[in-house]
């Protein structure tokens, strides 16, 4: 197999990455007693109690400790801006470390994935799955799942100006609903998120926690994976480094790779899948020439749109007395600022360039301005922030390996914007959030646009803002993408083309980003890779 020592060569499936689509593969592969599950994690366990209060990783200075921090690349499709993408190194991955927003996007976005020539993958087929992996609490007029690992519930203490942002949503055409996970039009809601009782419900708690017991599953936390292992052109094991040491570990069925949009093609590529010529270049084998391994990169890309408001928000709140209160009013009833999750409102909204297709704009608010500016939370001025997003980017990024070893770090060019048409989907965003503020009843509150601070018919001004501001959502994904075609990296069962006993599982699979957050749908890709796992046994 490898001349690297063995540390254990009885384990039937080895799990590279405990995150959000991990957790749930092995988590489900270890309920059939018959096989030996090892899941492996380069981070620690769930670390800092910070990331159990929903708020409270506002708190946390560590980030080296429970994040990868990769370094992008200068974006030229925005004026040059670098981004720092965070992604979690920690049991339950970046679930432990996000907004703790739960969507699962629009029935319409995985009917284009069947459409593309991926049976099985349609909403009709994926919807039982969400079902199945949701615990949702509270009335819904359609059907949520009730037994699932992962609670759900709409978030317990939405701002004071939420009512009226809704209405005023409803003035500009785009209708409140009471459930927003089960829409596929134009809508807007009370954002729902993976807690319970204001605590969180990362996929480590949700999935690891009750299965950590059982005797054929075993989690190894601190190992970094270099490499799949292959005997020709059959995964045997993965290559490892573990407590100062490099090793390996065999696979006797199969390996699944886990590890995210970024590492997981970074780590195919250091096991000699991938372009062949760009690995030649990076001094690695060429096993399977794969050209789109690290490519088709897609994100949302957001923008804060801040207004000057009447009523406190979060903007105030990290003072000392206000967050005595507040950690007082969370310990006593679990409600109020620290359940807050990343955004009060979840909606999907019509650009006025698509109003006859699926909703192309992705919308979120809260009481907060932007989260990167450190004075977000302790300037004076009470901020209330409306977010669109592009639902369904058309650009594109790679992900690419500058050398042939474990420690050298990736070249990530998000390209963010490199579309033309996500600029001007984002520039009528802005324009559709600020007629929202500005009416009846949520614009009785409103004192002032903060940013952008020009007049937005100014269409070479909005440009400018959009490309210098627009940031990214974390929810990078597609650079192992699945599809039908001989360059797609794996097939509609998550194998690697080219490989056998290899599959991957988690956002970077997915061919065509969904119109929401990301972590219920890849929880929904580790469930279903588990069960292609079970029926090819």
Same mark, same amino acid.
């Given at each position: 197999?490898?001349?690297?020592?063995?540390?254990?060569?009885?384990?039937?499936?080895?799990?590279? +990455?405990?995150?959000?689509? #991990?957790?749930?593969?092995?988590?489900?592969? &270890?309920?059939?007693?018959?096989?030996?599950?090892?899941?492996?994690?380069?981070?620690?366990?769930?670390?800092? *109690?910070?990331?159990?209060?929903?708020?409270?990783?506002?708190?946390?200075?560590?980030?080296? =400790?429970?994040?990868?921090?990769? $370094?992008?690349? *200068?974006?030229?499709?925005?004026? /040059?801006?670098?981004?720092?993408?965070?992604?979690?190194?920690?049991?339950?991955?970046?679930?432990?470390?996000?907004?703790?927003?739960?969507?699962?996007?629009?029935?319409?976005?995985?009917?284009?994935?069947?459409?593309?020539?991926?049976?099985?993958?349609?909403?009709?087929?994926?919807?039982?799955?969400?079902?199945?992996?949701?615990?949702?609490? %509270?009335?819904?007029?359609?059907?949520? /799942?009730?037994? +699932?690992?992962? $609670?759900?519930?709409?978030?317990?203490?939405?701002?004071?100006?939420?009512?009226?942002?809704?209405?005023?949503?409803?003035?500009? !055409?785009?209708?409140?609903?009471?459930?927003?996970?089960?829409?596929?039009?134009?809508?807007? +809601?009370?954002?729902?998120?993976?807690?319970?009782?204001?605590?969180?419900?990362?996929? &480590?708690?949700?999935?690891?926690?009750?299965?950590?017991? =059982?005797?054929?599953?075993?989690?190894?936390? #601190?190992?970094?994976?270099?490499?799949?292992?292959?005997?020709?052109?059959?995964?045997?094991?993965? $290559?490892?480094?573990?407590? !100062?040491?490099?090793?390996?570990?065999?696979?006797?069925?199969?390996?699944?790779?886990?590890?995210?949009?970024?590492?997981?093609?970074?780590?195919?590529?250091?096991?000699?899948?991938?372009?062949? &010529?760009?690995?030649?270049?990076?001094?690695?084998?060429?096993?399977?020439?794969?050209?789109?391994?690290?490519?088709?990169?897609?994100?949302?890309?957001?923008?804060?749109?801040?207004?000057?408001?009447?009523?406190?928000?979060?903007?105030?709140?990290?003072?000392?007395?206000?967050?005595?209160?507040?950690?007082?009013?969370?310990?006593? @009833?679990?409600? /109020?600022?620290?359940?807050?999750?990343?955004?009060?409102?979840?909606?999907?909204?019509? @650009?006025? =360039?698509?109003?006859?297709?699926?909703?192309?704009?992705?919308?979120?608010?809260?009481?907060? +301005?932007?989260?990167?500016?450190?004075?977000?939370?302790?300037?004076?001025?009470?901020?209330? @922030?409306?977010?669109?997003?592009?639902?369904?980017?058309?650009?594109?990024?790679?992900?690419?390996?500058?050398?042939?070893?474990?420690?050298?770090? *990736?070249?990530?060019?998000?390209?963010?914007? %490199?579309?033309?048409?996500?600029?001007?989907?984002?520039?009528?965003?802005?324009?559709?959030?600020?007629?929202?503020?500005?009416?009846?009843?949520?614009?009785?509150?409103?004192?002032?646009?903060?940013?952008?601070?020009?007049?937005?018919?100014?269409?070479?001004?909005?440009?400018?803002?959009?490309?210098?501001?627009? @940031?990214?959502?974390?929810?990078?994904?597609?650079?192992?993408?699945?599809?039908?075609?001989?360059?797609?990296?794996?097939?509609?069962?998550?194998?690697?083309?080219?490989?056998?006993?290899?599959?991957?599982?988690?956002?970077?699979?997915?061919?065509?980003?969904? &119109?929401?957050?990301?972590?219920?749908?890849?929880?929904?890709?580790?469930?279903?890779?588990?069960?292609?796992?079970?029926? $090819?046994?």
């Amino acid at each position: 197999m490898s001349d690297l020592p063995v540390l254990d060569a009885e384990f039937d499936i080895v799990v590279v +990455g405990a995150g959000s689509a #991990g957790s749930a593969v092995a988590a489900r592969l &270890s309920e059939d007693p018959s096989l030996r599950v090892l899941l492996l994690e380069a981070g620690g366990r769930d670390g800092t *109690p910070l990331f159990a209060v929903p708020g409270g990783q506002v708190f946390v200075r560590d980030w080296d =400790r429970y994040a990868w921090q990769y $370094a992008c690349a *200068p974006d030229a499709s925005r004026h /040059g801006r670098p981004d720092v993408w965070r992604r979690g190194r920690i049991l339950g991955g970046s679930s432990t470390i996000n907004g703790l927003i739960w969507a699962v996007g629009l029935p319409s976005d995985y009917d284009g994935w069947a459409r593309s020539g991926l049976p099985g993958w349609s909403w009709h087929d994926v919807a039982p799955w969400f079902r199945r992996i949701e615990r949702f609490a %509270g009335e819904s007029p359609g059907p949520r /799942g009730r037994e +699932g690992p992962v $609670a759900v519930e709409r978030f317990r203490s939405p701002h004071a100006l939420m009512p009226d942002l809704l209405a005023a949503f409803a003035a500009q !055409g785009v209708p409140p609903v009471d459930d927003i996970n089960l829409v596929d039009h134009a809508a807007v +809601g009370r954002v729902q998120t993976n807690q319970r009782r204001g605590l969180r419900q990362s996929a &480590s708690v949700a999935y690891l926690g009750p299965a950590r017991g =059982r005797p054929n599953l075993t989690i190894w936390t #601190g190992c970094r994976v270099d490499r799949v292992l292959l005997k020709g052109r059959h995964a045997t094991g993965v $290559a490892l480094h573990r407590d !100062g040491r490099d090793c390996s570990v065999a696979a006797r069925r199969e390996v699944v790779v886990c590890a995210g949009a970024i590492a997981s093609p970074l780590l195919l590529m250091r096991s000699g899948i991938g372009p062949g &010529s760009l690995l030649q270049s990076r001094g690695l084998p060429v096993i399977v020439d794969a050209p789109d391994v690290g490519r088709h990169l897609q994100e949302h890309p957001e923008l804060y749109v801040e207004y000057e408001v009447d009523l406190p928000t979060y903007t105030r709140h990290r003072r000392w007395l206000p967050m005595v209160g507040i950690g007082l009013q969370w310990a006593l @009833s679990r409600r /109020g600022p620290a359940t807050s999750p990343g955004s009060h409102l979840l909606g999907y909204a019509h @650009s006025g =360039r698509a109003a006859d297709g699926p909703p192309d704009l992705l919308l979120f608010a809260g009481p907060w +301005g932007r989260l990167e500016d450190a004075l977000a939370f302790t300037r004076g001025t009470p901020v209330f @922030s409306l977010s669109p997003s592009v639902a369904r980017p058309r650009s594109r990024g790679v992900v690419q390996p500058t050398g042939p070893h474990l420690d050298d770090p *990736p070249r990530i060019e998000p390209n963010l914007l %490199g579309d033309d048409e996500d600029v001007r989907t984002l520039m009528d965003g802005v324009r559709l959030v600020d007629r929202v503020a500005h009416a009846v009843p949520f614009a009785r509150h409103v004192r002032r646009r903060l940013t952008p601070a020009f007049a937005l018919h100014d269409d070479a001004a909005l440009e400018r803002f959009v490309r210098d501001d627009a @940031s990214i959502c974390y929810h990078a994904c597609g650079t192992c993408r699945m599809g039908p075609d001989d360059r797609a990296v794996v097939d509609a069962e998550l194998r690697v083309r080219g490989v056998q006993g290899l599959r991957v599982a988690d956002t970077s699979v997915m061919p065509a980003i969904p &119109s929401g957050n990301l972590n219920a749908p890849a929880i929904m890709i580790g469930e279903r890779a588990a069960d292609f796992i079970r029926r $090819a046994a």
